[in-house]
């Protein structure tokens, strides 16, 4: 079955970095766009970036951009969020997700990242 | 980007009530509208897709509609499990981007 298992997430200093990354398995990841989703506490979700098939297109939010840069590699199944220069208001449960038509169809269960001092 | 508004924020029922949630676009959207339904410590499942199709597995009591601004997810009978929070999510352009949510708790 379609299965997204996230890793990477942890508590790290403002300023600092993280690299998150969702492992893939049950299809072939590399038909998708998959997409990285937010949710920060007490907050709705946030659609943060996604990257095309191919790996040629790709989307920030304008919260993240010039800072997050998202890449995958189809051969090792594997989607990637790269997180630079972190704010406290980037403390979120990060998830993965599968797009099919436009709609979310499969999410990670989310990595908890904190930025604290 | 597509704004996204829901109504209302929140609601208290009771099991076996009629729930009607309200998503409206800030530019019509024709049917690229999705539902998702988010529980504390789980990832968001999808509900409804394209405004008023099922997603498989999901149980008949839930239902969408509407097409351009307007759309409805209606629960027929709530059951204890549906007590969670909804999203509406736009796929017409990118960026996608989803409702603020509605939380349905108990009454």
């Known amino acids: 079955q379609v299965q997204l298992v996230e890793s990477g997430g942890d508590l790290v200093k403002p300023g600092g970095s993280l690299r998150l990354s969702c492992a893939a398995s049950?299809?072939?990841?590399?038909?998708?766009?998959m997409s990285w989703i937010r949710q920060a506490p007490g907050k709705g979700l946030e659609y943060i970036s996604y990257i095309s098939s191919s790996g040629r297109t790709l989307y920030y939010a304008d919260s993240v951009k010039g800072r997050f840069t998202i890449s995958r590699d189809n051969a090792k199944n594997s989607l990637y969020l790269q997180m630079n220069s972190l704010r406290d208001d980037d403390t979120a449960v990060y998830y993965c997700a599968r797009e099919y038509y436009g709609r979310f169809d499969s999410w990670g269960q989310g990595t908890l990242v904190t930025v604290s001092s | 980007a597509i704004q996204l508004t829901q109504s209302p924020s929140s609601l208290s029922a009771s099991v076996g009530d009629r729930v009607t949630i309200t998503c409206r676009a800030s530019?019509?959207?024709?049917?690229?509208l999705a539902w998702y339904q988010h529980k504390p410590g789980k990832p968001p499942s999808l509900l409804i897709y394209d405004a008023s199709n099922l997603q498989s597995g999901v149980p008949s009591r839930f239902s969408g509609s509407g097409s351009g601004t307007d759309f409805t997810l209606t629960i027929s009978s709530l059951q204890p499990e549906d007590f969670a929070t909804y999203y509406c999510q736009q796929f017409n352009s990118y960026p996608f981007t989803f409702g603020p949510g509605t939380k349905v708790d108990i009454k």
């Open positions: 530019q019509g959207i024709s049917s690229a």
């Open positions: 049950g299809f072939t990841l590399s038909k998708y766009y």
